[in-house]
């Protein structure tokens, strides 16, 4: 009985969102019982900041590694009064962030927005906005590899031991190893951080120009690996540290130059080749912050940077 | 208030659910803040921020223990038929919902285990109110610190003995409700 | 002026529209019909039900159509729509004993009660291509037999009545069993669990692994003690009605294999079992299936580990999909620039430091050699 009764609430008839072409969807796409499967996992993830928590990822409309992990963590999480705005590398308009964007006007009907402080919801590939989430502000991260120790130690079987014991030295070597060999710690994105002193995370692909912007931020930071079955989160004002040593300190990195467009000093920099010559110029990789700075008056050398 | 078990329940379960469910985050997210929610009529004397919590939550694949307050012929149905959810015994449930003195002890419930501390309950812990005045908290998800008038502090020590293991605690009142994830801690002890 | 690319929605648009023309080709060629796909390309068909996970060979064919003939672009379509469909429950188990086989062979016998039937197999087709297929035209009817629906014995059943076939277990609840779609895979994973996974596995990342077996990664010595192909109905229980109801009929493979087993002081020697079963006629994917399945037994019958592909449960299930694969593989054709930007940042640092560092050294050197 309770099955019929389930398939009458989760049937598309109930209170979908029509789409223009006429095809009924449940609002925000997945049916209920995938939902509450998913908002359990995300209830349990925010108790234990950090840690991996399994779920049965569904098969999205769109490929594995096109962010459904993340849109199946904004589809359980989203609200028909809230106000999405999705990023890819920073921006708004690079195509997967545009189709993401689409997906869920059509199956949630929400309003969208491209200003990072007008979004009440924001999912994002590869970036955290330059400027500073606050209070109420949910960022979803899209994950390919939830698993930070996974290129140290392939089986998921042994990572997960790792992780119960808070065996981190392998990474630590690995590290260290880094440092012998290049003077550096060779990692530039994904770069690891421990959760509250407890667990080794994965911030996703962000520039480690990104991780400080996780510690102690007043956003819920949630994480969505749908291939991988993983939903982790940072709650808001939880100590995120990226992993270091006291003699090589975290350093955030960018290139040492100013946007060609708005001349931003502190934002992280997209690299575009001019011409056969190998002309460069930086741009901000945040468009909203990008435009914003523009239209508030600032300019930077358009076009004539090197 | 609902008499039979086919009312009470959300008359727009996606927007509704979702809604609850963001109340429920917004708490997780910020133990000690109180969240209002609406919309279930659970029959009574279950409260209806609890019932919206497990219309929200629940369902074939959770295991629900009701303690003796709400353990009666019309919540049974009215949590069958609309949830789908097996009532259990204490110690297998995922959820567990009733007052504070009734599911005691806390050693009778699912904590997790080292490989996955997810595997444990949430207590859905009915109180006369909820209030931002009493134990003194600290933790992930509060900027320095929050109070809540949460029903035994020995929950917290609990806790912070199992870390990460754990149970966490949604409180409620009402159409209010609180959270107390495993991660919080009191702040007199911290601070020593 | 450098102008930052816009327009990432005008580009999509365009290139849905784009498609859509490729898809439908030549408009003076007459358009594919789903029914011609399903009648003609059944194989496609039943490969893209298999390792999409639902059987419906109509939306299998739109799938395919859709896709351009593509078959994982099928497959990830009809993946897509199973997704939303709600489920019902789960059926009895499907009672391959009772099958209408449309073909039945043992490679272990000459001869099996019930007979052996060749039924539509390429098996001893000459592989030259038949020219006169390049022109439309009547087929000539095969003959035919007189219907035969009667159930035929399982040829490992018929081992297994002499005691030397390792009994299976049998699961008395069905809620027991686990759904790979449905729960997320954690390891080590039950074997009801593998057979999912293999199941709707892709077809050639299994034929290798159970290739690999055969060259000796894992040998496990496997006969096809036989291979059945047929109707089988499938039944649920109606827990309204108190009974079970036939709820349709669906054409699988079964395979299973008879593998060599050293027994134990306490077990005689008994022959152990491979089993693969697929959606419609894929006879290649069963006999995989049972080669693989049989190798990731390795730990419930006490065998060695040898570090073979095949072995590894956790090497196999999480790469067997190629849904999961493909997007993996091809998503990082998608926007990588400020990942690659962190490297490159990097990498110029390093660099650096180094170049300095030799000319420092080099400077030493210069100085050192002078004194």
């Known amino acids: 009985m309770n099955q019929i009764m389930q398939t ?55 490929p594995y590694g096109w962010g459904t992990g993340g849109v199946q963590v904004t589809a359980a999480c989203l609200l028909p009064d809230d106000c999405l705005k999705v990023i890819d590398q920073g921006a708004d308009d690079t195509t997967n962030a545009v189709s993401i964007r689409r997906f869920f006007q059509r199956t949630a009907g929400v309003q969208t927005t491209e200003v990072t402080g007008e979004a009440t919801l924001i999912q994002t590939r590869h970036r955290i906005p330059e400027t500073e989430l606050v209070a109420g502000q949910i960022l979803v991260y899209q994950v390919p590899i939830p698993e930070p120790l996974r290129f ?101 990195m960018r290139a040492d130059q100013t946007c060609a467009l708005c001349g931003a000093e502190d934002s992280y920099l997209d690299e575009v080749i001019m011409d056969d010559e190998g002309t460069r110029m930086f741009v901000c990789s945040d468009t909203d912050y990008c435009g914003g700075r523009l239209e508030a008056g600032h300019e930077g050398q358009q076009g004539d940077a090197t | ?81 609309h949830t789908g959810a097996p009532l259990v015994a204490s110690g297998a449930a995922d959820f567990a919902i009733g007052h504070w003195d009734e599911l005691l002890p806390i050693d009778q419930y699912q904590i997790g285990t080292a490989a996955y501390p997810d595997r444990s309950v949430t207590l859905v812990v009915t109180q006369p109110a909820i209030t931002d005045k009493g134990t003194v908290i600290c933790g992930p998800g509060i900027q320095s610190t929050a109070s809540l008038n949460i029903p035994d502090t020995a929950l917290l020590d609990f806790n912070a003995n199992r870390s990460p293991l754990g149970i966490d605690m949604i409180m409620n009142a009402g159409d209010q409700l609180a959270a107390v994830p495993r991660s919080t801690r009191l702040f007199d002890r911290e601070k020593r | 002026m450098y102008v930052a690319v816009k327009g990432g929605e005008k580009a999509i648009d365009n290139a849905h529209r784009w498609l859509a023309e490729l898809r439908r080709g030549d408009q003076a ?87 052996q039937i060749l039924g539509p197999t390429f098996d001893y087709t000459h592989r030259l291509l038949d020219f006169d297929l390049a022109e439309t035209g009547q087929v000539p009817a095969a003959e035919q037999g007189a219907d035969d629906a009667t159930a035929k014995p399982h040829v490992l059943g018929l081992i297994g009545r002499e005691g030397l076939m390792q009994a299976e277990h049998a699961t008395s609840n069905d809620d027991a069993i686990p759904d790979l779609t449905r729960e997320p895979l954690t390891y080590p994973a039950d074997r009801a669990v593998r057979l999912q996974a293999l199941a709707r596995g892709d077809e050639g990342f299994i034929l290798g692994l159970g290739y690999s077996t055969q060259r000796g990664y894992a040998r496990n010595h496997a006969f096809v003690g036989e291979l059945r192909i047929g109707l089988v109905e499938v039944e649920m229980d109606i827990p309204e009605l108190g009974f079970a109801i036939t709820i349709g009929e669906i054409e699988i493979t079964e395979c299973e294999t008879v593998n060599q087993f050293q027994g134990s002081k306490t077990e005689p020697a008994q022959f152990t079992r491979g089993y693969g079963l697929v959606f419609g006629q894929q006879e290649r994917k069963s006999i995989a299936m049972a080669l693989v399945d049989r190798a990731l037994r390795w730990r419930e019958l006490g065998e060695d580990y040898v570090g073979a592909p095949a072995q590894n449960e956790e090497f196999v299930l999480s790469h067997c999909d190629n849904i999961q694969a493909t997007g993996f593989v091809e998503h990082i054709k998608l926007p990588h620039y400020v990942d690659f930007q962190s490297e490159l940042e990097l990498i110029r640092r390093i660099r650096g430091e180094a170049g300095i560092q030799a000319d420092l050294e080099n400077g030493h050197d210069m100085k050192g050699a002078a004194e």
């Not at chain 1, 009458?8 to 095809?23: F, M, W």
């Not at chain 1, 359990?40 to 990822?57: D, H, T």
């Open chain 1, 8 to 62: 009458a609430e989760t049937g598309p008839s109930t209170d979908s969102a029509k789409a223009a072409g006429g095809e009924a969807y449940n609002f925000a796409y997945l049916d209920e019982q995938t939902k509450r499967m998913i908002r359990r996992a995300l209830l349990k993830a925010l108790a234990i900041p950090g840690y991996q928590v399994p779920f049965a990822s569904r098969e999205m409309p769109m």
């Open chain 1, 152 to 252: 140290l130690e392939p089986r998921e079987t042994e990572t997960r031991k790792m992780h119960a014991l808070e065996e981190y030295g392998l990474m630590h070597v690995k590290l260290y190893e880094d440092i012998s060999q290049h003077g550096h710690i060779a990692t530039a994105y994904s770069y690891p951080v421990k959760v509250e002193g407890r667990y080794v995370m994965d911030p996703s692909p962000i520039p480690k120009f990104d991780n400080p912007k996780m510690h102690g931020s007043s956003a819920i930071q949630l994480f969505g690996a749908g291939r991988e079955q993983r939903i982790y989160a940072i709650p808001p004002y939880t100590r995120v540290h990226s992993l270091d040593f006291d003699d090589y300190p975290f350093e955030p």
């Open chain 2, 1 to 81: 208030m609902a008499t039979t078990g086919l009312e009470g329940g959300f008359a727009n379960a996606p927007v509704q659910s979702a809604q609850t469910f963001r109340a429920v985050l917004n708490a997780m997210a910020h133990p000690g803040r109180i969240e209002t929610v609406s919309a279930a009529q659970p029959p009574l004397p279950m409260d209806p921020a609890a019932g919206a919590v497990l219309l929200t939550l629940a369902d074939h694949e959770t295991k629900v223990f009701l303690a003796p307050s709400v353990d009666s012929d019309a919540i049974r149905s009215w949590l069958t038929f």
């Open chain 3, 29 to 115: 060629v007459a358009e594919l019909e789903l029914d011609q796909i399903a009648e003609q390309l059944s194989l496609s068909v039943a490969r893209v039900m298999a390792e999409g996970s639902l059987f419906d060979p109509r939306l299998a064919a739109l799938a395919i159509k859709q896709a351009r003939g593509d078959l994982i672009e099928a497959i990830f379509l009809v993946r897509a729509f199973r997704t939303t469909l709600p489920r019902f429950g789960g059926t009895s188990p499907v009672n391959t004993g009772a099958m209408i086989c449309s073909r039945r062979i043992s490679a272990t016998f000459k001869d099996i009660p019930g007979g």
